[in-house]
Each structure stands twice: as structure tokens, then as C-alpha cells.
């Protein structure tokens, strides 16, 4: 079992905090990262592989494309949909993952995210599904609503099959601060109103 991370980046700064933290928390040889940047910046290899692609850019892409561009250069036969704005938190996330795909996941038929320490069990920030599925529902290119693959994703895959990782923390860095008391410390995502609810 392989799992490739998408991440399309334009925050050098950003991808350079999420791949130490994938550094330092990883613990098998089974993740790559599939960078794809517009600058021709070096970065420090990740021991597990690494596929940077370099985009000249032409014109903005949205993110389903930018996704898309990833996704034929991953070789994993999981995929996570992350970009720059990420920390991973937990040791052994990785080790976590592949023992839940193993108990739950067997038939590739299957949703899992892990906490991004904003909507956490609520909504799948970061998802990760299978080729086998991706493949099945034909999913590039697609028109992303407002929280983009995420509620797309979380919106198609039935309740039975979807699976909220408590026990790993990839924390969003992109809020607009807390509210609430001091010791409430909510997340607050910022939001397009005009997009509706999700």
C-alpha cells in the first residue's frame, strides 16, 4: 500500500513547514508527496519520495486542475488531497492511517480524513480515498463547491463509508483567529458567504 499526498503550492514558507513535519512524524518508506510549484525553489527531499513539478504558469488554474495535474504524476494507491497551509502533528501518522485503510478500507470503497483542528469529524478537509475510487466516480476534472474537494468529496461517498481520523492531527493553518473566551480557543475558516453552507 502506497499513499501519495497532492499538494499544489504557491507559499514556499508554508511547504517547507508541512514537509519537516512529514519528516519528522513519518515513519514508513509508503508516502509521497506530489508538489506542484510555479518557482524553481529547492527543497529538501523527502526520504520517502518526492515528485516536484514545475509549472510555468500560463493562466490561473483552479484548484480541481491544479489537483489533477498531481494526480497523474502520483503512483500511490491512496490518495490525500492536502496543499501548503498544513502541519502534520501526530508521530506515526502514517503507521495510524495504514492500519485504519487495513480495518476499513480493504475494497477501496472508502473515506478517511484526519483532524484539521477546525470542522475535525464535521467535514473532510484533507481526504483521502483510493485511486480505485477516484477512478470509479470519474472524479477530474470537478467543479469543487465552496470548501472546494473536500465537501465534494465528503458529499459523495455514503455516511457508512466515511471515516474521521481523532487520532491524527493535520492542522489548517489558513483562520481568521478565535473566538469565543480565552479558553474556548475555536478556529475560525474563513468563508464565502455567497457559496452557501456546506
Given at each position: 500500500?502506497?499513499?501519495?499526498?497532492?499538494i499544489p503550492?504557491?507559499?514556499?514558507?508554508?511547504?517547507?513547514r508541512l514537509?519537516?513535519?512529514?519528516?519528522?512524524n513519518?515513519?514508513?518508506?509508503?508516502?509521497?508527496?506530489?508538489?506542484?510549484?510555479?518557482?524553481?525553489?529547492?527543497?529538501?527531499?523527502?526520504?520517502?519520495?518526492?515528485?516536484?513539478?514545475?509549472?510555468?504558469p500560463?493562466?490561473?488554474?483552479?484548484?480541481?486542475?491544479?489537483?489533477?495535474?498531481?494526480?497523474?504524476?502520483?503512483?500511490?494507491?491512496?490518495?490525500?488531497?492536502?496543499?501548503?497551509?498544513?502541519?502534520c502533528?501526530?508521530?506515526?501518522?502514517?503507521?495510524?492511517?495504514?492500519?485504519?485503510?487495513?480495518?476499513?478500507?480493504?475494497?477501496?470503497i472508502?473515506?478517511?480524513?484526519?483532524?484539521?483542528?477546525?470542522?475535525?469529524s464535521?467535514?473532510?478537509?484533507?481526504?483521502?480515498?483510493?485511486?480505485?475510487?477516484?477512478?470509479?466516480?470519474d472524479?477530474?476534472?470537478?467543479?469543487?463547491?465552496?470548501?472546494?474537494i473536500?465537501?465534494?468529496?465528503?458529499?459523495?461517498?455514503?455516511?457508512?463509508?466515511?471515516?474521521?481520523?481523532?487520532?491524527?492531527?493535520?492542522?489548517?493553518?489558513?483562520?481568521?483567529?478565535?473566538?469565543?473566551?480565552?479558553?474556548?480557543?475555536?478556529?475560525?475558516?474563513?468563508?464565502?458567504?455567497?457559496?452557501?453552507?456546506?
Open positions: 500500500m502506497r499513499l501519495s499526498i497532492l503550492s504557491n507559499r514556499p514558507e508554508g511547504l517547507a514537509i519537516a513535519s512529514l519528516q519528522k513519518s515513519v514508513t518508506n509508503d508516502v509521497e508527496l506530489v508538489i506542484l510549484v510555479d518557482d524553481e525553489t529547492n527543497y529538501v527531499d523527502f526520504r520517502n519520495g518526492m515528485i516536484i513539478i514545475h509549472r510555468q500560463k493562466k490561473p488554474l483552479c484548484m480541481s486542475e491544479l489537483n489533477q495535474e498531481c494526480y497523474q504524476r502520483a503512483t500511490g494507491d491512496w490518495i490525500m488531497f492536502g496543499n501548503d497551509d498544513i502541519i502533528n501526530t508521530p506515526e501518522w502514517d503507521r495510524l492511517l495504514f492500519i485504519a485503510i487495513e480495518q476499513f478500507g480493504q475494497d477501496g472508502a473515506l478517511f480524513w484526519p483532524d484539521d483542528c477546525m470542522f475535525g464535521k467535514l473532510a478537509c484533507f481526504p483521502i480515498v483510493s485511486r480505485k475510487l477516484l477512478n470509479l466516480i472524479f477530474f476534472p470537478q467543479p469543487y463547491r465552496r470548501y472546494k473536500d465537501d465534494t468529496l465528503h458529499n459523495i461517498i455514503p455516511v457508512a463509508r466515511r471515516y474521521f481520523l481523532s487520532n491524527i492531527e493535520f492542522k489548517h493553518e489558513n483562520d481568521q483567529g478565535t473566538v469565543g473566551y480565552p479558553l474556548d480557543g475555536k478556529r475560525i475558516y474563513p468563508i464565502d458567504r455567497e457559496a452557501g453552507d456546506f
